[in-house]
């Protein structure tokens, strides 16, 4: 095994429709850089859309390095914003 990608069915708690959300994912160092990542969040959203639903993710702002490859996979920034105390 060289990565692994986890995540549910969720959404209505903010008042979307079910979509799925990726919540975590790991390719092993090693095998970095080799497209693997892509394949396996492509393989989540194929699912997903076979439920008829749309793939969520949640990111830090500032990291950027994630952003641009979560940018790569073809998400966009959605609907939500966090707020905290």
Known sequence: M???ILGDVRGWEYGMPPGGWIDIMGVDPRFHRRGIGI???QAFVQEAKLQNMKTHIAIRR???DLQKFI???G???GQLIEFEM
Request: no cysteine; aromatic share 14%.
């Open 62 to 64: 500032q990291d950027d």
């Open 75 to 77: 998400f966009q920034p």
């Open 71 to 73: 940018r790569a996979g």
């Open 2 to 4: 060289v990565g692994f």
């Open 39 to 41: 394949k396996l969040i």
